[in-house]
């Protein structure tokens, strides 16, 4: 089991900027697959990006931040980042980190039903 503590969420202006962080602690031999998902209020969690903190290429959903946000690890801190850049009314969420066992190609996909451990999340929200 992997436990993960989220942390930078906060309030920004539309077009700002803030980077959130994860820590994962537990059993992340076998759980090497962290992601970072969306949850808005009354909607299902989305994946955002996903990195394997074994060494492997990030992965960014898209279609999800179209190219504004960016994953990054320190596998020694066992700490994955996500950087978000201009910020827009849309992004405005919780936002998970979640461990999983399953790389594909050396990719971590960010795909809710193949993550097991989840964080409790960080608020984000963005003014006009």
């Known amino acids: 089991q992997v436990k993960l503590v989220e942390s930078g969420g906060g309030s920004v202006q539309a077009g700002g900027s803030l980077t959130l962080s994860c820590v994962a602690s537990?059993?992340?031999?076998?759980?090497?697959?962290i992601a970072w998902f969306k949850q808005e209020p009354g909607k299902g969690r989305e994946g955002v990006a996903g990195?394997?903190?074994?060494?492997?290429?990030?992965?960014i959903n898209f279609k999800t931040d179209e190219g504004r946000f960016s994953i990054s690890q320190d596998s020694a801190m066992r700490t994955v980042t996500l950087a978000m850049n201009n910020l827009v009314p849309e992004d405005p969420a919780v936002y998970h980190c979640?461990?999983?066992?399953?790389?594909?190609?050396?990719?971590?996909?960010?795909?809710?039903?193949?993550?097991?451990?989840w964080g409790p999340g960080t608020r984000v929200t963005v003014s006009p």
């Open positions: 979640a461990a999983g066992p399953y790389v594909t190609d050396g990719f971590c996909i960010p795909m809710t039903e193949d993550f097991y451990d």
């Open positions: 537990g059993n992340t031999d076998e759980s090497p697959c």
């Open positions: 990195i394997n903190i074994k060494g492997g290429p990030p992965f």
